[in-house]
């Protein structure tokens, strides 16, 4: 399948990867601004947004989100792109530039989610209470954790709404897919796993820059220490008025981050 995705604008692609509490939406702040002078390509990742998961007598089938993107880009006619992932969508961009380095010329990684980094006593206790309200049936209460767990303090009643209703979405499209499987005694449908190791950041060999949100939950503050350190010629930078999700938080703040970094590739002239 191709994922449902925009396609916006001319120039050098960006590929935008969301967050696994959001959606490509998360990025409908920044994208406008970036087609100006790019390429901007943001798809849903399967089970968010407009993108479902296998089902039916597909439910069994293998993939990985590595492989749908690449997927995409062929589709699109884009030999390679600048990739930019936030959160979950940071760890998918490594995925990306670990199996297939030759689609990717450059990293943008926002508050990543990365391997090799131990839980914490907050990030258990999140992950319990999760379970324990998506169990009990509480999905509104889920996406209200959500909510007040990965936002950070410049956060607008608009940005928290908008998170709401992005992370409202996966959880309807992932627990609809989980229980239709269950009933056809299939197992959950989710991509494959891709193993990563220190020893796969330590290959990547493209200009890569981390960010890290100093409000954000210590365990992903980590991740991103942890990938600026591994990723050879990485370079981190810390925001101090961030949580975990800054494109949401400050949106125009995080433009022209990324206008800046996209800005040093000699190939991309300003608009």
């Not at 990867?17 to 959606?23: E, K, T, Y």
């Not at 089970?47 to 990985?64: N, R």
């Not at 890569?208 to 992903?220: E, K």
């Not at 008025?241 to 996209?262: K, N, Y």
Request: aromatic letters at 4%.
């Amino acid at each position: 399948m191709i994922l449902a995705h925009d396609d916006d604008g001319h120039g050098t692609a960006v590929l935008l990867l969301h967050a696994g509490v959001a959606d490509r939406r998360m990025w409908d702040d920044l994208a406008p601004s970036l087609a100006h002078a790019f390429r901007v390509v943001r798809p849903d990742l399967r089970g968010f947004g407009d993108s479902p998961l296998p089902a039916g007598a597909q439910a069994g089938e293998e993939y990985t989100n590595a492989g749908d993107l690449v997927a995409l880009l062929d589709a699109a006619g884009i030999p390679d792109a600048v990739v930019v992932g936030a959160s979950f969508g940071g760890k998918v961009a490594l995925e990306l530039v670990t199996t297939h380095p030759e689609r990717v010329r450059e990293l943008v990684l926002l508050c990543p989610a990365a391997p090799g980094v131990p839980d914490t006593p907050d990030s258990d206790a999140f992950d319990a209470e999760e379970h324990r309200l998506l169990a009990a049936g509480d999905v509104d209460g889920a996406v209200r954790l959500n909510v007040d767990t990965w936002l950070g303090p410049e956060a607008t009643p608009a940005a928290a709404e908008a998170l709401a209703a992005m992370q409202r979405r996966a959880f309807d499209v992932q627990l609809a897919a989980d229980a239709a499987a269950t009933d056809a005694g299939h197992p959950e449908p989710g991509p494959r796993p891709v193993p990563l190791d220190d020893g796969d950041l330590a290959a990547i060999h493209v200009p890569t820059h981390v960010v890290a949100g100093a409000h954000d939950m210590d365990m992903l503050t980590a991740c991103a220490e942890h990938v600026a350190a591994t990723v050879p010629g990485a370079e981190l930078t810390v925001l101090s008025w961030a949580g975990h999700l800054p494109a949401l938080e400050r949106p125009d703040a995080v433009q022209a981050f990324l206008l800046d970094v996209l800005r040093d590739d000699p190939a991309v002239h300003a608009p």
